[in-house]
């Protein structure tokens, strides 16, 4: 009976050395993987066909973008950014600077780039992303102002090299007879370049043919950089499913989409919103958790503006909420952002 009682000592004693030693191993790795963890980035990274932090989590930005600064730059400030965010809920603020000289863009007003700064600047302490985007349009092809181009992004991505909360779209809308070989590409291949001269680790956005809706000779001539998106934009009443499968099978061969723009009217921006069509489109991206921006936040007297015609939200006024001045795309696009 002695020996009986000793072996099971014997076994006990074993046991819980055993478990003594699991725990104290386990308790060692876990401390040893979180000395080593990395820490997650701030950096967004276009890796097959999403975008990432730098330990591979998959990231959506969804925000709002603004008008011409030119025409209706008063409206955008700190405090409206952090409305924004606040009542929205974007993590991401768009800031849509006209290049072209007939529109009173930066090609005629390099004055437009420190009103560009100081909403970088705002967005940046609020902890949000912020698109700076060279907003080509009535200029048509990204060479028409190749040189102002060149200049404005050396500076700006020297400015912000080390702060990944910055995201640079290059071209907003090329259109017209404007090609990807011919124009497009060799015009981003510049650009591109002296962003990375100054920060190499920054996403970059880069406009696709047709007003940013064509793929198929970007998915045969690709860029050769490793951190740039696509650009795809879209208006709900003008734009459906076709639009949507071109995407996918863009995507599908590992190519990053960021809808830098879209929009719930037609594409004019105007007329009546097709709500039902933009929630496919929500539901579409955020299925597949592509980023997207809201045209527009301003008081213009189109569609498309969220805010009512010629109201000006102001902010100074205690318990003052965006909801008192957005007008139905605004009240859309919010139900919308909350999905």
């Given at each position: 009976?002695?020996?009986?009682?000793?072996?099971?000592?014997?076994?006990?004693?074993?046991?819980?050395?055993?478990?003594?030693?699991?725990?104290?191993?386990?308790?060692?790795?876990?401390?040893?993987?979180?000395?080593?963890?990395?820490?997650?980035?701030?950096?967004?990274?276009?890796?097959?066909?999403?975008?990432?932090?730098?330990?591979?989590?998959?990231?959506?930005?969804?925000?709002?973008?603004?008008?011409?600064?030119?025409?209706?730059?008063?409206?955008?400030?700190?405090?409206?950014?952090?409305?924004?965010?606040?009542?929205?809920?974007?993590?991401?603020?768009?800031?849509?600077?006209?290049?072209?000289?007939?529109?009173?863009?930066?090609?005629?007003?390099?004055?437009?780039?420190?009103?560009?700064?100081?909403?970088?600047d705002?967005?940046?302490?609020?902890?949000?992303?912020?698109?700076?985007?060279?907003?080509?349009?009535?200029?048509?092809?990204?060479?028409?102002?190749?040189?102002?181009?060149?200049?404005?992004?050396?500076?700006?991505?020297?400015?912000?090299?080390?702060?990944?909360?910055?995201?640079?779209?290059?071209?907003?809308?090329?259109?017209?007879?404007?090609?990807?070989?011919?124009?497009?590409?060799?015009y981003?291949?510049?650009?591109?370049?002296?962003?990375?001269?100054?920060?190499?680790?920054?996403?970059?956005?880069?406009?696709?043919?047709?007003?940013?809706?064509?793929?198929?000779?970007?998915?045969?001539?690709?860029?050769?950089?490793?951190?740039?998106a696509?650009?795809?934009?879209?208006?709900?009443?003008?734009?459906?499913?076709?639009?949507?499968?071109?995407?996918?099978?863009?995507?599908?061969?590992?190519?990053?989409?960021?809808?830098?723009?879209?929009?719930?009217?037609?594409?004019?921006?105007?007329?009546?919103?097709?709500?039902?069509?933009?929630?496919?489109?929500?539901?579409?991206?955020?299925?597949?958790?592509?980023?997207?921006?809201?045209?527009?936040?301003?008081?213009?007297?189109?569609?498309?503006?969220m805010?009512?015609?010629?109201?000006?939200?102001?902010?100074?006024?205690?318990?003052?909420t965006?909801?008192?001045?957005?007008?139905?795309?605004?009240?859309?696009v919010?139900?919308?952002?909350?999905?």
């Amino acid at each position: 009976m002695k020996k009986v009682i000793l072996a099971i000592i014997a076994v006990l004693t074993l046991a819980a050395t055993v478990a003594g030693y699991f725990m104290i191993t386990n308790k060692m790795q876990e401390e040893y993987d979180e000395a080593h963890k990395i820490p997650e980035t701030k950096w967004l990274y276009a890796k097959g066909g999403k975008i990432v932090s730098n330990i591979g989590r998959e990231i959506q930005l969804k925000g709002i973008s603004t008008h011409g600064l030119q025409w209706y730059g008063h409206l955008y400030n700190a405090k409206t950014i952090k409305h924004l965010r606040d009542e929205m809920g974007i993590n991401l603020f768009r800031i849509a600077m006209y290049t072209d000289a007939g529109s009173n863009g930066y090609a005629a007003n390099k004055t437009l780039k420190e009103k560009v700064y100081e909403l970088a600047d705002a967005a940046i302490k609020l902890d949000m992303y912020v698109i700076i985007d060279w907003h080509i349009l009535n200029d048509n092809n990204p060479q028409t102002n190749k040189a102002d181009a060149l200049e404005f992004f050396a500076e700006v991505s020297k400015k912000y090299a080390d702060e990944p909360h910055v995201i640079y779209e290059i071209c907003n809308e090329p259109n017209g007879d404007t090609t990807w070989e011919k124009d497009i590409k060799p015009y981003a291949e510049e650009v591109i370049a002296k962003i990375r001269k100054n920060s190499p680790e920054s996403l970059i956005i880069v406009g696709t043919p047709n007003w940013s809706k064509e793929f198929t000779d970007v998915a045969n001539a690709p860029l050769d950089d490793n951190n740039v998106a696509y650009a795809l934009h879209f208006y709900a009443g003008s734009h459906n499913k076709t639009l949507r499968d071109k995407a996918d099978s863009f995507k599908r061969r590992g190519y990053t989409i960021f809808v830098s723009e879209c929009g719930a009217t037609d594409a004019a921006g105007n007329g009546q919103l097709y709500e039902e069509a933009f929630e496919r489109w929500v539901t579409w991206m955020n299925k597949r958790k592509i980023s997207w921006v809201y045209w527009s936040y301003s008081n213009k007297d189109e569609g498309s503006a969220m805010l009512k015609n010629g109201v000006e939200p102001d902010f100074t006024v205690k318990g003052m909420t965006l909801d008192d001045y957005l007008s139905d795309s605004g009240k859309l696009v919010k139900r919308m952002l909350a999905l």
